[in-house]
Each structure stands twice: as structure tokens, then as C-alpha cells.
């Protein structure tokens, strides 16, 4: 079975700074999706970004950006010039393209932006 | 645009009793999901629905009953709550399913069961 580790719990980071938020996850497949979603303090779900598989190039998304390293399993996510509105908890998740509906979850982690 | 529209946002309930949670969405998805966030855990599925009439079970399913007879609305309801079952609890809808499609997700619906 898949699994999805996140393994920062919690992180923080000076307004305007870098930040780099780890993942990795287990998988016997090669064809898959993973996607990072940001949880603000009101709750609802956001996605920031996504990934295919099968792309070598990682995806970038304004201020975010990812490290997708298949052959190691590794998705981090990179926040460039932190801001206040940063601050959230973020989760990955994996998709496998054989599967229509299911998401694995990671457990997250708080995001925390000093000013 | 509403969106995932989850209600209640809070709730407390005793052990046995029963709820239901409602969550409709005004996007025309299809597909549609319930979840629970346990704290320092990721999200479980519970019940999906891929259309009207259509429902079925996810990880997670036992102590939950779900219906879907529009494609806006998926309740879930809790039967005889149990302390287990305390959790927040999120509804998401999609327009395709798998792949890289997005899911849209409510503010969630935060039980306690005591």
C-alpha cells in the first residue's frame, strides 16, 4: 500500500524567506500524482500545486515551486518570499493513475511566518 | 460563488445519538467525497459518490451512512456516535475524477462526541 510521510511537523520562517517543506512517499507504481494543499486557519482545503509523474520538470506555481525526485520519492515544496498569508498547515498527497478517487494524505505540516 | 458548502461548522454530540452532516455544492460536480482529519493524521475518506444514486465506501466507512439523490447534495450521517468518531470532517466534489484533477473541499465540520 502507498504511504505518504511528512516528516517537519512543524517549520517556520522570517517574512520573505525561503522555506522548504519535505515529503516523501512509498509506491510500487510509476504512474501517479502528487499535490500539495495548503489548510489556513479557517479549515477548507486549497491546492497550491501539483505534479505529474511522468514529468521531469518540476512544476512551479508563482512563489512555489517543487523538488520532484522520482527515483528517491521525494516531493518537497519550496515557498519563495514568504508571506504572512503563508502560515497554514500543508499536505501532501499522492494519487495513483489506476485509482479514480483515492488520495493518500500526509500528516502535515504548520507552516509558521515570522514577520 | 459558494462552492462546498459544509453545515454545521461545530457540533457536539453524546455518545448514541444521531447526525447529519450536510454538504452541498453549486459546481455541477459529479463527484463527490466525504473525509475525517484526525489530529497529526491526513485525511481519510469515508464515503464517495461519482453521481446521483451512485455511492460507495471508502478506508474508512464503518459508523457512516451516506445518500446522494441530486447531484448538489451528499449527506453523511452518523449513527449511534461513538468518542471515535470525534474528528472534523470535510466534503470535496471534483469535476472528473482521478488523474490530476483538483478536489474542492468545505471549511469542514468540527464533532465532538461526549
Known amino acids: 500500500a502507498q504511504t505518504v510521510t511528512q516528516s517537519q511537523p512543524e517549520m517556520s520562517v522570517q517574512e520573505a524567506e525561503t522555506v522548504t517543506l519535505s515529503c516523501t512517499y512509498d509506491t510500487s507504481e510509476s504512474d501517479y500524482y502528487l499535490f500539495w494543499y495548503k489548510q489556513p486557519p479557517s479549515r477548507q482545503m486549497i491546492l497550491v500545486i501539483r505534479q505529474e509523474a511522468y514529468k521531469q520538470q518540476n512544476a512551479t506555481e508563482n512563489r512555489f515551486s517543487v523538488n520532484f525526485q522520482k527515483a528517491a520519492k521525494s516531493f518537497s515544496l519550496k515557498i519563495s518570499d514568504s508571506q504572512l498569508g503563508d502560515a497554514a498547515m500543508y499536505f501532501c498527497?499522492?494519487?495513483?493513475?489506476?485509482?479514480?478517487?483515492?488520495?493518500?494524505w500526509g500528516a502535515g505540516t504548520k507552516l509558521i511566518i515570522k514577520p | 460563488n459558494a462552492g462546498v458548502t459544509q453545515t454545521p461548522k461545530f457540533r457536539i454530540l453524546k455518545i448514541g445519538q444521531s447526525m447529519t452532516l450536510q454538504c452541498t455544492q453549486d459546481m455541477n460536480h459529479n463527484y463527490m467525497y466525504w473525509y475525517r482529519q484526525d489530529p497529526g493524521m491526513g485525511l481519510k475518506l469515508i464515503y464517495y459518490s461519482v453521481g446521483a444514486g451512485i455511492t460507495d465506501k471508502g478506508e474508512v466507512p464503518n459508523g457512516y451512512n451516506v445518500s446522494r439523490s441530486t447531484t448538489e447534495d451528499f449527506p453523511l450521517r452518523l449513527e449511534l456516535a461513538a468518542p471515535s468518531q470525534t474528528s472534523v470532517y470535510f466534503c470535496?466534489?471534483?469535476?472528473?475524477?482521478?488523474?490530476?484533477?483538483?478536489?474542492?473541499f468545505g471549511q469542514g465540520t468540527r464533532l465532538t462526541v461526549v
Open positions: 498527497a499522492y494519487r495513483s493513475a489506476r485509482s479514480n478517487y483515492q488520495l493518500i
Open positions: 470535496a466534489s471534483s469535476p472528473r475524477q482521478g488523474g490530476r484533477t483538483e478536489a474542492f
